[in-house]
Structures are given as C-alpha cells and as structure tokens.
C-alpha cells in the first residue's frame, strides 16, 4: 500500500524548500500563481498548516482547531520563511509518526473529523499545490514526486477520477483548481474527503480509502490491524468493488466499505458496506462478513443497526436491501436483528438460492 505518514510530509516539504531555496533571493512580494496572495504570504500559509495540523494531532481537540497561531513578525526574508516551512513540516511529521492510530481529531471537512493519515495527506497537498504557486509566480518549474501525489488522491480525494496514465500530478492540480485535464471542466471550487467514521458501541465502522481499498484486493491488511484469520474473502472482495468504481470514476466514499474495528483492542474484526449508491427509487443494497474468530458475539448486528440508521437518516436513501443464501442461518439471524424483515423467499432476483431482506426508513 502507497504509505502516508510522517516520512511523506518530510518528503514534501524537503522538496518543495529544495525548489523554492534556490530562488530566495528574488521578490517574493509577488502573486503566487492564481491565488490573491503573495508568494511570501502563500510560504507562510504552508507553515501555519503543518503547525495547525500537529496541533490538532497533538491535542485531539473533538469540535474546534486548537486556539493557537502563528506569527511571522521576525521573519525578514524569503530564506527565514523557509526556515519556518522548514521547522512546522518537521512538527506535523512528529505529530503524524507518534499518534496513534485509532486517534481522530477535529477537522470540519466533511465528516468533521481526521486520523494521522488524513492529516498527512492534507499537509502534503498544502505543502505541493501551495510550492506550485509561488513557483508559479516566480516563473520556476515545480513537479513532485508522483508517489506523493498519487498516495494523497488515493486518500483524501477519493471522489476524483485518476487520469489516464501516470498523470497523478496533473490529476491533483485539477483536483485543487489549478490546471486543466481533456474532458473536464475547470473546477473553481474543490475539498478534499477525509474518510467517514461512524461510532458504534463496542465498535467503530472506518471508511476504506481507494488506497487501503487496493491493498486490502492484493492480499494486503488496507493498514489495519486484523484479528488472527482476518479479513475475510467477501472483505477483499468488497475491496475490489471500492477499487473499481474509484478507477470508474464513480465512488462515493460514503457508501463504500467499512472495516468493523473493535474498541476494546483496536483490531479489525471484518468488513460492512454498500454494493454501490442508492438507486433512483432511494434503495441501497448492504453486505459484511466478519471474521470466524469475531462470530458469535453480536458485532454483526450491532454495525448493521448502526450503519442502517446512518444510512436512513439521510434524505437520499429511503430502503436497504440485502440477499443472503437460504442455507446461511446465522446471517439470516443478523439481518432479523437489525430490524430487516424477509419479503421474498426466492431472493431479490427470483433465482430460488436466496432469501431477500429489507429496512425501510
């Protein structure tokens, strides 16, 4: 899987202060790229990201940014600023390396809230769009390591259609509403999409990026730590699903799959999602299995009440449906639990093998 973490953020910042050094001595009062602000004022916005972003990993505050800022009053030159870039990179690449990894803080875009990995990947993007600008305004080429650009997408713009190609750092210039790509439309607004976590009582359910989605479909454990005979196939095969529709250009990260996590140990104890959006008529179709070692204690259950009322409480679903063998009694048992009711004893799509069950809001 394409790592994020404290050694990316050191990555970026290494080369983007690389670049622009060799440029400090020119006048930095200038426009940075497309942005209204100056080239000094768009290097000191990186800092005061990287250090806002270690302060939120640093405090774990739940509903706000920690009430601190920045200054730049003793800066007196380009170099000085770099300096600062420099010293605040270092920090967020501290922060990122020692929380841990069930630790989630405050961040308002969209699910209001972000794990280490989100916070890296959304240093790295300041720290890479931002050097494109002031590189930009002072007329110098600027192209960063692709890797970096592709572990970001994959991450946090889960919803952005990769290029064709090894195009990563073009795809993420769109993807921030800096450059152009065949076919598309110039974006003037964008955000990023920290993966959604939705709580449940001894359990937590964690959206799978693209990323963990892909090393989960090649054998991999998608960056969580499994229970002993964890995942299961129907997981990695879940993942595979994730990794198409993410290539296709049609995922919603938000009806994905989740990775069941146990509070108690923080290990992953099987997989729950969605078979794609809801359709025209509001009605989504859900899947999970859990581990062999995790069966038998309720968890099943309790992530899919939990993922149902999340899923029903929103204006566009309005059904969930789910098929399920007849010879499989316990999974039938799940979905009894959960509140779903049988409709069909020939499976949703008349083949005789299923039994079809539903929830409606």
Known sequence: MLAMGGDQVEEAVADAVATLRGVADRDWSVKAGRLDWSCRRTAEHIASDCIAYAGQLAGLPTDRYVPFDITFDECESPEDVLQVVEATGTLLAAAVRTAPREARAFHPYPFRSANREGFAAMGVTEVLAHTHDIAEGLGIPYEPPAALCEAVLTRIFPHVR???????????????????????????????????????????????????????????????????????????????MVTKAYEAGVHRPEFGLFVLVRREDGRAVGGMGFHGSPDEDGRAEVGYDLAESARGNGYAAEALRTLSAWALSRDDVTSLFATVDRVNAPSQSVLSRAGFTRVSAEGWDGDGEQYAYELKG
């Open 162 to 240: 990769p290029a064709p190609g090894d195009a990563h750092w073009r795809t993420l210039l769109w993807a921030t509403g800096r450059g152009d790509l065949p076919g598309r439309a110039p974006l003037t607004e964008w955000r990023w999409n920290n993966n959604l976590v939705i709580p449940a009582d001894r359990l937590t359910l964690q959206g799978v990026t693209p990323a963990a989605a892909a090393d989960l479909g090649a054998g991999g454990t998608g960056g969580f730590e499994w229970t002993e005979d964890g995942p299961f196939e129907g997981t990695r095969d879940a993942a595979g």
